[in-house]
């Protein structure tokens, strides 16, 4: 399991019903200093998921 995840909320995924970091093989894993990174590089994502009520 990846530590330092995005999307690790508490004891499960955020992003996925299931943990698939367990087995090793997450398609969506980032980290969160990676995660930091691209929302400055993409501003504009940022208020698009605000405007659809993404609460992230």
């Given amino acids: 399991m990846y530590k330092d995840c995005f999307a690790l909320a508490e ?18 894993y980032k980290s969160k200093k990676r995660f930091k990174e691209e929302q400055q590089m993409y501003p504009h994502q940022n208020d698009t998921q605000k405007r659809k009520g993404d609460k992230r």
Avoid: D, R, S, T
């Avoid at 004891?11 to 969506?28: A, H, I, R, Y």
């Fill in 11 to 28: 004891v499960q995924c955020g992003v996925l019903k299931k943990m698939m970091c367990k087995e090793g093989v997450c398609p969506f």
